[in-house]
């Protein structure tokens, strides 16, 4: 189907006698023109010709949210700031005590060497609230919450587009305040928010200088230390779980998109309030939550005051990234662990470092110590099957072992099966 076949279709005219042969191209432009403007007249007597009015009882945004208009070269857009005190506390800790957290504990976390030699009052916390979760272009990022530490207190500053047409105003004025930072904190930003932020800034052919920045993004290793115990991992849940942070009236994610439409259509500010005040506080527990991952990182917590399966992920995490140095010391406190699956957990991965640095009688003992504990440990029996075989030749006690484990063959997968029983059947030729 040509153009013209659905420009006639859209404008709803009947086709002209003697259609589909050819004009002459001018004319044929002409009459383009002229099927385009009556589309776009249909379209104007279709949108709202102007900004919707306030209900007349509807509240100020001013009065409902501390903030002012800020007036910029590329237009206004409504901005609040706050200052959270250093010794106001936050959950569990003073203000003061969140801005200085462990920066090479950081550059451990997101494996970026250069964040060590960078300081927190560098960084530019980030969290947005939009339209709808889906990430596309139609997906508005209609406020923007930024927070960094000033000495020992926390600014929180939130840019808020009144409506679509201030966005532009927002995002520059967001590039000139990341343009004096070094990097940037989120929660799930690196999937989701510095995106969007990316696609906003392209169709406002705006720079965009969040490009490239070193980025901590506190939910992947959120997810490797705290998944274990928790329902799920939202910042919300780690707040009131591991931060000590109560919300009261808090509301919920999903309502905020709706929210927002409220307020384009009714201009009350109420509908804004509790948002902003939601993404104050994802912006300040960002700041808490980098703080007590990186006090693990660096062992400055006291283990009578952390989880003990909190430990023992991070310290699987730090065997993981090659740092045997770090891991050993939380390992070895964690074997005498009160908690039965979090000491069996630590004694299987010390038993793999002191196997490494063929540290064999500590190794047996734990495996020893894993078997009487659980006759049918696959892992236990096999580690000791093998270190019987392979070091001390002692066939015998490897063939037993092994057989242990096959006489209960129904607890056992069927790879395990396959396994063990071709480890026996080497043992028996040996034996021979």
């Avoid at 927070?147 to 600014?155: I, M, P, T, Y």
């Avoid at 901590?216 to 779980?241: G, V």
């Avoid at 006759?375 to 029996?381: G, N, R, Y």
């Amino acid at each position: 189907m040509s153009l013209k076949d659905r420009l006639t279709r859209l404008v709803g005219e009947a086709p002209k006698p003697g259609e589909g042969k050819a004009y002459p191209r001018q004319d044929t432009i002409r009459e383009l023109r002229a099927r385009i403007d009556t589309i776009m007249n249909r379209r104007e007597r279709i949108l709202p010709s102007k900004t919707p009015e306030a209900r007349r009882d509807a509240l100020p945004l001013e009065h409902a949210v501390a903030g002012e208009e800020v007036q910029t070269q590329h237009g206004t857009f409504f901005m609040s700031r706050n200052i959270i005190d250093a010794g106001d506390f936050y959950g569990y800790s003073r203000v003061r005590d969140l801005a200085c957290p462990s920066m090479p504990a950081a550059a451990f976390l997101t494996g970026h060497r250069p964040f060590v030699d960078m300081l927190i009052t560098d960084g530019l916390f980030l969290d947005t609230e939009t339209t709808g979760l889906s990430g596309g272009t139609g997906t508005f990022p209609f406020l923007i919450g930024l927070g960094w530490f000033e000495n020992d207190s926390f600014v929180t500053c939130q840019l808020l587009s009144r409506d679509f047409s201030e966005e532009v105003a927002a995002l520059r004025y967001l590039s000139e305040l990341a343009s004096g930072r070094q990097f940037l904190v989120t929660f799930n930003g690196k999937a989701y928010d510095i995106n969007l932020l990316a696609t906003r800034f392209i169709l406002n052919r705006s720079h965009d200088r969040l490009a490239g920045m070193p980025h901590i993004d506190l939910l992947h290793p959120s997810r490797r230390i705290f998944a274990h115990r928790l329902e799920n991992t939202r910042l919300s849940t780690i707040e009131s779980q591991i931060l000590g942070v109560r919300r009261e009236g808090d509301v919920p994610g999903f309502e905020i998109p709706q929210r927002y439409f409220d307020w384009l259509r009714q201009r009350d500010g109420m509908f804004l309030k509790d948002v902003f005040e939601h993404n104050r506080m994802d912006i300040i527990s960002m700041a808490s939550l980098l703080k007590h991952l990186t006090d693990l990182v660096e062992n400055t917590v006291e283990i009578e005051n952390c989880h003990h399966g909190d430990l023992l992920k991070l310290a699987m995490f730090l065997h993981e990234r090659g740092d045997a140095a770090r891991s050993l010391p939380v390992f070895e406190l964690l074997v005498a662990s009160p908690h039965p699956d979090v000491a069996a957990g630590a004694r299987r991965s010390l038993s793999i470092i002191y196997k490494k640095m063929r540290r064999w009688d500590d190794a047996v003992h734990l495996w020893q110590i894993l078997a009487d504990d659980q006759p049918h440990d696959i892992f236990a029996i096999e580690e000791l099957a093998k270190f019987y075989e392979h070091q001390t030749r002692e066939l015998e006690k490897a063939l037993q072992l092994v057989r242990r484990l096959l006489d209960h063959a129904p607890h056992l997968s069927q790879a395990a099966c396959i396994s063990l029983e071709y480890r026996y059947q080497r043992l028996l030729k040996k034996l021979s």
